[in-house]
């Protein structure tokens, strides 16, 4: 990606330290930024000259400090889990990311920062088989969704508040679809479809066992083409709410034959007993392909490297900051 827009920025990055924001902070060092780390997680070997501290962004005061000095903030500190997790620890979802979000864009607000990306999620969409872009505020969160769906809607209102209320105007919304790769939460107990299946495979469950028929269909993205999004939305300085995704339906039969490619002695046991979820949820990347952005990584090879990435880096995982399990 060739541009200077982010060359000697003071760019901020919260939860620099996860599935997106790795990547993320890697690039943007390589487009000559000077990056800010901020996570929960215990100081990791990040990427070269990015700077790193541990704040609560739960709370305003320790936002603020954040956001001392920023021309631009990438805000992706949030909870991802799993939608049965989202069902039994509902409030372990909802209160964190309101709380994030709120005291973050407040903090930014005050400190007069530039560009701020909010990083919503695929979760605020009511149940169809196309998301577009239009059709939120029409609509409903899915019920699998409710908890994290609504605090994502919640943050995104607040962006909107503030264009009206502030002419702030350089806010950007993104959507993400279901985000997967290196540095995710592996948890086997509330990770998402992918990262739970690595971990489980590379513990040794044969016969694996899988949760409904297969038959469910999601969009996935891998995380370092989601963060070439980002990127591309920022310099733009877009406003409106965009979709990222592949704009292409996976099934979960289709994840374990990769699987399958990658370990030939699998064996799967599905479990129709158990819930599978939305049957399609499918993102319109329209929008994002008239900026640009293109992911390049299929599933295929996106797998591949996460698989290959969580057997050689499983157990620095066990420092990771776990909202399921802290306060």
């Not at 215990?42 to 000259?49: H, I, M, S, V, W």
């Not at 790193?52 to 001392?68: G, P, S, T, W």
């Not at 899915?142 to 609504?150: C, I, K, L, M, Q």
């Amino acid at each position: 990606m060739s541009t200077n827009f982010y060359n000697d920025k003071n760019v901020l990055v919260t939860g620099g330290t996860g599935l997106i924001g790795t990547p993320l902070v890697s690039k943007l060092l390589d487009l000559g930024a000077n990056v800010k780390v901020v996570s929960l997680d215990e100081k990791p070997d990040l990427n070269r000259k990015a700077d790193f501290i541990n704040l609560d962004l739960r709370y305003l005061e320790q936002c603020e400090e954040a956001v001392k000095g920023a021309d631009c903030i990438f805000h992706l500190a949030g909870v991802k889990g799993s939608p049965k997790m989202t069902k039994e620890k509902p409030a372990s979802f909802f209160v964190p990311t309101v709380m994030f979000n709120t005291n973050i864009l407040e903090a930014a607000r005050r400190e007069g920062v530039g560009r701020f990306l909010y990083t919503s999620s695929i979760g605020v969409y009511s149940p169809a088989e196309i998301f577009n872009e239009d059709d939120v505020w029409s609509t409903f969160p899915s019920e699998n969704d409710r908890f994290a769906g609504w605090a994502k809607r919640m943050g995104e209102l607040q962006a909107q508040a503030y264009r009206i209320e502030h002419d702030w105007n350089e806010i950007s919304i993104v959507r993400p679809a279901n985000v997967y790769g290196p540095h995710d939460n592996f948890d086997p107990e509330n990770a998402m479809v992918i990262p739970s299946l690595i971990n489980r495979i590379v513990r040794g469950e044969n016969p694996l066992n899988v949760w409904g028929d297969g038959s469910a269909i999601r969009d996935f993205i891998f995380s370092e083409d989601c963060a070439d999004g980002m990127i591309k939305v920022v310099e733009k300085g877009f406003g409106k709410p965009i979709n990222l995704g592949s704009g292409q339906g996976v099934s979960v039969k289709e994840i374990i034959d990769v699987f399958k490619i990658l370990i030939p002695d699998l064996e799967i046991k599905w479990d129709t007993s158990k819930p599978s979820g939305d049957k399609v949820r499918i993102m319109n990347t329209e929008l994002a392909q008239s900026l640009d952005i293109h992911p390049s990584n299929p599933i295929s090879e996106g797998i591949r490297k996460t698989f290959e990435w969580y057997k050689e880096n499983k157990d620095s995982l066990k420092k990771r900051y776990n909202s399921f399990t802290e306060k």
